[in-house]
């Protein structure tokens, strides 16, 4: 996973910092705005409403703060969701690897191991030729879906029992513990 991590943390370095760059530069913006419009209140209004101006400014500098705040999120949620969409992607990419078959071979060889007297072995139509032989070694029947991406189902009893084992969905059940890590590299925080 370390290799998928570098992958990863080298691709959106520099989406990052753009994505990171332009919210701080808004925010500062927004944040002169709110300070330039609090002093012309301040300044017309000096001797008769100083307490109004104080409190006119503290609103305006925690609305700023605020919206600030929400560009952050939301730049964030964007970095989060361009990292993950990435990581999808060099999973899609696996596919065009030379050892790709033994992946989907571990994988085949973990679901099996969830089922009793397994009866065949499910994938995609493009990864047929990676587990025929494997398959017919130990007497399993290849069957293709080809709403199975990256990965296979195993199915016992008729088809009543099925392990299913992908890399996509692999990443999506370990999506929130992995975001919390790329949130660390990237931001420093969890």
Do not use: F
């Amino acid at each position: 996973m370390s290799k998928l991590e570098d992958i990863l943390r080298d691709e959106v370095a520099a989406e990052i910092e753009a994505v990171t760059r332009e919210a701080e530069e808004r925010a500062t913006s927004i944040l002169a705005e709110a300070k330039a419009r609090t002093e012309a209140l301040r300044a017309a209004r000096l001797r008769a409403l100083e307490a109004e101006a104080m409190a006119a400014r503290h609103r305006a500098e925690s609305a700023a703060e605020l919206l600030v705040n929400q560009a952050r999120l939301q730049a964030r949620g964007q970095v989060m969701e361009e990292v993950r969409q990435r990581a999808l992607k060099a999973l899609q990419d696996l596919r065009a690897q030379p050892n790709y078959s033994e992946v989907l071979q571990r994988l085949a060889e973990e679901a099996l191991k969830g089922v009793t007297k397994a009866e065949a072995v499910v994938v995609h139509p493009e990864d047929r030729g990676y587990l025929e032989a494997w398959a017919k070694e130990r007497g399993l029947e290849l069957r293709t879906d080809p709403r199975i991406s990256l990965g296979v189902r195993v199915m016992a009893a008729g088809g009543r029992i099925q392990v299913q084992n992908t890399l996509t969905e692999r990443l999506e059940r370990a999506w929130e513990a992995l975001s919390a890590t790329v949130a660390r590299e990237i931001w420093g925080e969890g």
